[in-house]
């Protein structure tokens, strides 16, 4: 028996419980992703050809371009956006309407997203926007940034700003100071919140499904697509290649971040 | 930084403008417009859409009141209320058992708890479905504790829905919790001599922060939560996200629609504000 | 960070170039409707880049239409919507009696009432709506929807229904004998009671991935349509598509072209394209859904033998635009049902 204050028996097996949890339809998609049968839930042998099939479907390929080229734009833009006022709001002492800012920063986390999706269908609508792509692109970079700001927020705070005064006085230029001194020292923040800004727009469904139109579908709608018309292991099979993918675009980001992290 | 100051805002104040806050205006405008025939709105100024939520004309003809949206809005309000109550359970013991570990293990941990969430949303859910219908592992698992279909129960759309927003939970609280100082856990074992009063007495509270931005980040999506009820519920009985769906579609009463959504934004404030007030007094007493 | 953006940016911006084309269509149509291969084909002879969007009910693709800049060419509604779009100007008028694809189409399905001198559409597809029952899980009769709507105990707790009215309404105004589109509120309160009466024995009311709840016997009995029954039947799943002597609901889904498309002429070159025979054919063995224009039927898959789903032995009814009044109370059936 640990006799350690801080050891609270119980909680270790509820974590082991709950990773469980977390991982117990990670891994029912997965295995029904090499059923043969074409009804999913009904096991009747191994294959791989709804691996096949799923890529080899032009359609699917087309969704995953545009939820690509999406959530890529805007979580740079997102990131930049967040990244300045994560700047002006920890920097400047004495700034006017700071909570309100912050407020506004944050707006998208304070709105469900259903009445922001119907806000924004409205607004182009009566804008006669029909450029699928800008409707999206414009969507995604709001509800990405306060993903994106958190993080970095919460680097600038637990950093001195000691090191900037010096820089500053050293280069002279607040640009200068920020590229060579700020930047690399927030570089794990601001990792982590671009990090979190792509998976949420390339996860997004509601936005996404209220404003899609011609051309500009998202790869959650046209999963969604997929599960309303009755599914086929091709949905399992395009979902595990995706798990994949994250799997190698986190491990890669977790093991730069940590790398950062040793060095800031 | 002078150099950034107030223009550094500009973006965000923007885009948040262009893509918030104007529409958002235009929903009040909407929500006091007039309803086309089949659909779609005309600008105009009337109060029916706010009159309907409370009463409507029955089955025989006369104006009653007619609580069938509240008991939509009270039934959203429990399901999102309980959601976030089992998330900060589920997330309190699972974060500590985090931040305790080493440097190494906790960021793999930390990993391991956002990974999922890197799957479509709709993947996962989808995934639930298979799990918890009749010859799932936790449908076969629940009949053989005695209970009978699990799927399309508010149980399901529970279990559903905790696992979307647990990580918007566990973040926060974990945060909470690594900033926690040992030396006041140790204080606290010899000021009470037990673990758990030192939990309640100074890990709960000192992670309180932490669990109210949890609880806000939850609460609020779960508020407008579409999929769940849809797919793991059944549709059996309406939310506000469905409602206000159907009156976009099939109900062709967008002002309706309209002013549904402005409910669930005036209770988002509501919750706002008393979190605001909270965090307020509490930096009073500090 | 920076040099991450860059090469991030630059293979989206890869992935993003749009495969040569000389011209686009976008599509709206329902989910997996249109044969891939004939998509495929129209690519390659016409060079034009095609996207398809899905939708799974009439009322997301009128909804979608009426907040306009819609951003699409070519939209497939019901014949009961067809008729609404067309009212609310929200149709290109395309002439449609003068184009090629007309002359296919079966006499029956000319100049009907949702578009009486035939300008806005082109017929794609027409079916029924009913019910399935997995005969694994019940084998009792099935010739009314009294089975369905007043379930006897083996169905009980086993049935599910769609997510939205249109069609279900319909289906209990068949058994109860009441017009579709009732303005009557004391008929449409016989409708509300009978699906109120039904309620606990529903399972789910839900219009996704009905194919395998229903194949996989998850439920015993769901609302469907004749096509998705027949191919489901075929893929080797022991169902069957109820002939209910009150009658089905029946469809028509048409090719129709918004207002403001910006493609007008390839979506009329598709409609063309997929009204010729031989097409027509194709799009028939892969939708499974029956033909409003001319098919080779030495080379149809589906035939009154293999296909009972298609060639219902009942009277079809089809649904109608309702009136704003009459659709109300439709609605008002559904909410205070799952309220």
Known sequence: ?264 | MRGFRFWGLVPAWVLMAVTLIVPVMIVVLVSVSLRGPYGGFDWGFTLEPYREILFSTGWTDELEFDPKYLIIIGRTIALAAATTVICMALALPVAYVIATRGPRTKLVLLYLVTLPFWVSMIVRVYAWLIILGNDGIGGRLWQALGGGGLLFTPGAMLIGMVYSYIPLMILPVYAAIEKLDPALLEAGADLYGSRWTTARRVIVPLTWPGLAAGAILVFVPALGTVLEPMLLGGGKQMMMGTLIQTQFGGGRNWPFGAAIAIVMMVMVVIVLLINARRAIRKEGRA | MKTNLILGTALAMALALPAHAAGTLNLYTWSDSISPELIEKFSKEYDVKVNIDGYNSNEDALTKLQAGASGYDLVTPSQHFVKIMVDQGLLEDIDAHDMAAFKQVDDKWKNQWWDPSSDFSIPLAFGTAGFTVNRDLYKGPVDSWAIYFEPPAELQGKIASLSYPDEVVGAAELLLGVPFCSEDKAEMKKVFDLLKAQKPSVAAYTSDNIENRIGSGEVAAHFWWDGNSLKTRLAGANIEYAMPKEGLVGWLDSFVVPKGAANLDNAKKFIDFMSAEENATVQYNYYAHSSPVKIDMTKAKYTPENAPELFPTVPVTFSQSCSPAAQDLVTKVWTDLLQ
């Open chain 1, 1 to 264: 028996m640990n006799t350690d204050i801080r050891h609270y028996p119980g909680a270790r097996l509820i974590t082991w419980v709950f990773f469980a949890w977390l991982y117990l339809p990670i891994a029912v998609v997965i295995w029904f992703s090499f059923n043969e049968n074409r009804l999913v839930s009904v096991w009747t042998g191994f294959s791989t050809q709804w691996y096949d099939a799923a890529l080899s479907n032009r359609a699917l390929l087309d969704a995953l371009r545009v939820s690509l080229i999406v959530a890529v734009i805007a979580t740079v833009v997102a990131t930049v956006v967040a990244l300045m006022a994560a700047m002006v709001l920890t920097r400047t002492p004495g700034l006017k309407f700071r909570r309100l800012s912050e407020t506004v920063v944050n707006l998208p986390l304070l709105l469900p997203e259903i009445v922001v999706a119907v806000a924004v269908l409205i607004l182009v609508s009566q804008l006669g926007v029909t450029n699928g792509m800008v409707k999206l692109v414009l969507a995604h970079s709001a509800f990405c940034t306060p993903f994106a700001f958190l993080p970095i927020r919460a680097r600038l705070q637990g950093m001195s700003a000691d090191f900037e005064e010096a820089a500053q006085d050293l280069y002279a230029t607040p640009w200068t100071a920020f590229r060579r001194v700020t930047l690399p020292l927030i570089a794990p923040g601001v990792f982590a919140g671009a990090m979190l800004a792509f998976a949420m727009s390339m996860d997004d469904f509601i936005t996404s499904n209220m404003l899609n139109s011609g051309g500009t579908t998202t790869l959650p709608v046209y999963i969604f697509s997929l599960i309303k018309q009755g599914t086929t292991p091709e949905l399992n099979a395009i979902s595990t290649l995706l798990i994949v993918a994250s799997l190698i675009i986190a491990t890669l980001a977790l093991s730069l971040s940590a790398r950062a992290m040793r060095r800031g």
